[in-house]
């Protein structure tokens, strides 16, 4: 069953009690209600359905008057639309008729053409809006319906434009609305009726009546959108079916961004005939605007004779990020291509990517408790060895007995993989050289610790002991002028093993995080001679090359809900600490990472403080920073808090629903010491078809 795309874990007390329907609460449900009755006679009713709570409470209200319900919603061919999946799972659990459109982007320059020269759209917001629902519409008529329930204009000054209006003057407000009930109709909503009337469709608008208006009349956008959640006055009409359909938390989310339309229309702008004359670099989003107003000038002004295009239009591949889920880990780990130890385990950052590349994770072993909780929670079936890998080596016989328990025998295991302790060789950290190495009582995570920076040679220590067909160690690139790093890899070659090391940054491999990692390759001889390897320098092509271009901030959190609790929780913090002045003097939505040193000429300190750039991927997320302890951090970039953590797993490509434990703190440290997993994927699917499929 498809997940919900929102949470209501902003609003910890909303499960606890149906709320009464007050006066005007009760007059909207019976208008509503009746409202169908009188627009839709027959037994059935089309509703144009989204994740979104105003499309859902309508066609509550058709399901109360005793209809059955034809509910159409779209996604856009191949791109994954997080509203499409809200209201498919809506239709399972409330039984009705889910009539899936998927939108073709075949002969999309002539379509992206036909938005201004046929339909008359004036900008980008409208041609986004109307390009999928015209699909829609003929899918609507083609099922005999020549009307249409839909969620528009809704009455609730739920965004920036209208929310401002009221609370200038809520009286005038509400007034013009009864007046003249389509006068917040915004202009996409406008072209949509008109398209659906040239076809013959009629679209209704039960939120958007003078009863309604009355209903609401007075009402502030504080009273609207705030306690106890967003939308309430909608909400609570349905109050036990919002509830089970999980979308009492839910905030708004744009149409078009929900559909990813925008990332549909932007490889127009490298078209040879519709993007010729317009800007070739910048924000793709200001560039797809100033694009949709030259087309629609075009087409009005008459200017310009609508071009002819091929209808075939060979893209450049669209650079996006793409969510995924922990169903989506365990379906690519089923094929068990490979097995897998991973030592220094964390909360299950580079397990996650073995297990995307098809890898089978036998057993791990993590010292750190909050890490273990993470893992755990996030893969129940696999063993954790719960022990500082120091008290795991007490001599060959004893790993060997160790790895044995599990079923690998010497020399079996396809990849030994290894995470050694990186704050020691860490610039973030304080300290130098040989002292961080052999420092005592050093915190680490949740623990105290002696001497870490050494326990790179246990992990050699156990590779040698069990021989390994690859060995795969990551560490921070400062490792790389350690000697006792040097020391360790001198260790491995001794046994044979050819060796490769080389920085990899995780932006290229599909990571919105411009993230440095230092890896290292190790290939036992016998498997590097079938392998084809002679020389280390083969071993070092094995490491993948880039498979993605940069994926920018506003790409990746494009789809996600925002978590209202935390992001105030954030906001609240920032205000309340030591640098908050600083923060404030970095400039919203900056064309590019801004740190003190960007602002104040004279800036001297060593203050990491950075207000991320939406378009580009974001700075390297660091175990302390994103904990927002100390002087640095990166903070969000239209806003003075840092990300949450739903934000932080997408910037570091992990799983939209990979469960971290702990507090808020923990939570953000275990993601600041992971390996981004689909950086761990791009290697092991190389290490795979390199290597081990060949043997």
């Not at 060959?396 to 993989?417: H, N, P, S, T, W």
């Amino acid at each position: 069953m498809p997940r919900p795309y929102i949470s209501n874990k902003s609003w910890p007390d909303v499960r606890q009690s149906r709320p009464s329907l007050d006066a005007r609460k009760e007059r909207i449900r019976s208008h509503l209600e009746q409202y169908v009755a009188d627009h839709c006679p027959g037994d059935e009713v089309a509703v144009l359905l989204s994740g979104g709570a105003d499309s859902t409470v309508v066609a509550l209200a058709a399901h109360h008057a005793g209809k059955k319900i034809a509910a159409f919603s779209f996604e856009v061919l191949g791109r994954p639309n997080p509203d499409f999946r809200q209201a498919e799972r809506t239709c399972e659990i409330m039984g009705w008729s889910f009539e899936p459109v998927e939108v073709s982007t075949e002969n999309l320059p002539n379509r992206f053409l036909d938005l201004f020269f046929e339909y008359g759209c004036a900008k980008k917001t409208e041609a986004e809006c109307l390009f999928p629902l015209l699909d829609v519409i003929r899918r609507v008529r083609a099922r005999g319906f020549s009307r249409v329930l839909t969620g528009f204009g809704s009455f609730l000054p739920d965004d920036r434009r209208s929310a401002i209006e009221c609370s200038k003057d809520p009286n005038g407000y509400w007034d013009a609305r009864r007046r003249k009930p389509s006068i917040g109709q915004s202009s996409a909503t406008v072209k949509i009726i008109e398209a659906a009337a040239a076809q013959g469709l009629e679209i209704l608008m039960p939120l958007c009546q003078r009863k309604v208006a009355e209903a609401l009349s007075g009402l502030s956008p504080r009273d609207v959108m705030g306690s106890p959640y967003p939308k309430h006055h909608h909400k609570d009409l349905y109050f036990d079916d919002i509830s089970k359909l999980g979308l009492l938390g839910a905030e708004n989310q744009n149409l078009q961004v929900a559909g990813g339309i925008e990332r549909v229309f932007t490889p127009l702008l490298a078209h040879p005939v519709i993007g010729e004359g317009g800007a070739r670099s910048g924000d793709p989003k200001r560039r797809l605007s100033a694009l949709c107003v030259r087309w629609s000038r075009a087409a009005k002004t008459g200017i310009s004779i609508r071009p002819k295009v091929a209808d075939q239009f060979v893209a450049p591949p669209p650079v996006e990020y793409r969510p995924y889920l922990m169903a989506d880990v365990m379906r690519a780990s089923a094929k068990r291509l490979f097995t897998v130890v991973s030592t220094f385990a964390g909360g299950g950052g580079s397990s996650t990517g073995y297990r995307l590349a098809g890898g089978h994770v036998a057993f791990v072993n993590e010292f750190v408790g909050a890490a273990i909780e993470t893992y755990r929670l996030n893969y129940p079936d696999t063993p954790v060895v719960p022990k500082d890998i120091r008290g795991l080596n007490r001599g060959r016989e004893a790993v060997q007995r160790l790895f044995a328990q599990y079923g690998i025998g010497k020399g079996e295991l396809d990849i030994f993989d290894g995470s050694p302790p990186c704050a020691t060789f860490s610039r973030a950290t304080a300290g130098r050289g040989k002292e961080k190495m052999a420092k005592k009582n050093a915190a680490y995570s949740d623990t105290k610790q002696s001497r870490i920076g050494y326990v790179i040679h246990d992990y050699v220590f156990m590779a040698n002991a069990m021989q390994p067909k690859v060995c795969i160690m990551e560490n921070v690139p400062g490792i790389a002028k350690s000697e006792v790093f040097h020391a360790a890899l001198e260790r491995l070659r001794r046994w044979g093993y050819l060796v490769a090391c080389k920085k990899l940054v995780s932006s290229d491999y599909g990571v919105p995080q411009k993230r440095q990692r230092l890896f290292v390759i190790a290939v036992r001889p016998d498997v590097a001679c079938k392998a084809g390897f002679e020389s280390e320098d083969e071993v070092a092509e094995v490491f993948p090359r880039p498979t993605s271009g940069a994926i920018t901030i506003r790409q990746a959190l494009a789809s996600l809900a925002i978590d209202k609790g935390e992001r105030d929780m954030l906001l609240t913090a920032t205000r309340q600490s030591a640098v908050y002045e600083l923060v404030k003097t970095l400039p919203f939505d900056p064309p590019k990472h801004t740190r003190m040193r960007d602002v104040a000429a004279d800036w001297t300190s060593d203050f990491g403080l950075t207000r991320a750039a939406w378009d580009l991927p974001c700075p390297t997320i660091t175990a302390t920073g994103a904990q927002g302890r100390g002087r640095g951090g990166i903070y969000h970039p239209e806003e003075n808090r840092g990300f949450t953590i739903a934000e932080m797993k997408r910037l570091s490509g992990l799983p939209d629903d990979f469960k971290l434990s702990g507090t808020f703190a923990q939570k953000a440290e275990r993601i600041g010491r992971m390996v981004p997993p689909l950086m761990t994927k791009a290697i092991a699917e190389s290490v795979y078809e390199r290597i081990l499929r060949l043997l």
